[in-house]
């Protein structure tokens, strides 16, 4: 019996999800 | 719309999909409800929250930047044809809040404020040391180039007397010596070669507007107009949309509070026509 083991998330890129993206330019 | 502090919301990725379906059915409510100035297009979504409301409907509440283009509010061009006003031009970018209600699918507006504001002279030196700012549009040199400017424009015409709507745009151009000014205008019942008298001039029914760019320059001995108007086609009598609620959309030109506004009446919620036509 083969067991996957188990994924450990490490630090990643932490993810803003607001502010959303600037289609222009910033004033 | 009453958002109870029990209620549970979500605050979903500023760049999902629906919420750049809400935000832009908020900048299409602005665009058809601004009186004045120019078209703002969506720039960045700052804040975004869900709230689920019962029963079946959910409230968005958004916080977006927009930014202004070169299209007049009374210009039926499409929002997708208007080009940004850039940094060097003097940018001006509007701030909002909307909460928008979707239900099967649709989007309506049930509050919105927005306040704009150019950029700070600062910053449009940092891109472009000699670019000439925005200036006051109830300044002596606005006032006297846009006069100039639709008596040529009216002296030039055979058909309707057009009168001045809005100043929307003023810049003071250093060298040579120049005002540059962008305003709207109607047409009147009066014809251009027989209006002796201006006041006696009123607008047509089906509304018809213009908007004018002119550049008056000074020298020795006198001053040089040059004026171009694009006339937009006549607006049908078709009633027109309406804010309603405590709605608060005010994308209004930058920089002059205290100039004349034009009456509310004689402006329409929306551009409905195609086609331009330049004189």
Redesign the interface.
């Known amino acids: 019996k083969v067991v996957q083991p188990g994924i450990v998330a490490g630090p990643g890129p932490v993810v803003r ?11 | 719309v009453p958002v109870g502090p029990t209620l549970a919301y979500d605050e979903p990725n500023c760049d999902d999909p629906e919420t750049e379906q809400a935000a832009l059915a908020a900048v299409d409510y602005i665009n058809s409800h601004v009186l004045r100035g120019y078209k703002h297009t969506l720039n960045q979504i700052d804040k975004v929250k869900v709230w689920l409301q019962q029963p079946g409907g959910q409230v968005f509440e958004l916080e977006i930047d927009t930014l202004e283009t070169t299209c007049h509010v009374l210009d039926p061009t499409p929002l997708a044809n208007c080009t940004v006003r850039q940094l060097v031009e003097h940018a001006v970018e509007g701030d909002c809040d909307f909460r928008l209600l979707k239900q099967d699918g649709q989007f309506s507006v049930v509050f919105s404020k927005c306040d704009s504001s150019p950029d700070s002279a600062e910053d449009v030196r940092k891109v472009c040391p000699d670019c000439p700012l925005l200036a006051p549009l109830n300044d002596t040199k606005v006032v006297h180039a846009v006069d100039v400017a639709l008596t040529a424009f009216n002296a030039q015409s055979n058909g309707s007397y057009f009168q001045l709507v809005e100043v929307s745009r003023a810049q003071l151009v250093p060298l040579p010596p120049s005002t540059y000014v962008e305003f709207a205008v109607a047409a009147t019942d009066c014809a251009a070669q027989e209006a002796t008298d201006p006041a006696q001039c009123n607008l047509l029914a089906e509304k018809q507007y213009g908007f004018c760019k002119a550049t008056l320059t000074e020298k020795v001995g006198g001053e040089d107009v040059a004026v171009t108007c694009t006339v937009f086609q006549p607006q049908s009598l078709l009633p027109q949309p309406q804010p309603d609620g405590p709605d608060a959309v005010a994308l209004a030109p930058v920089a002059d509070p205290v100039a004349p506004a034009p009456s509310p009446a004689d402006l329409p919620a929306a551009a409905l026509v195609v086609g331009p036509m330049v004189v």
């Open positions: 999800p607001c502010p959303g993206r600037i289609r222009y330019f910033k004033v």
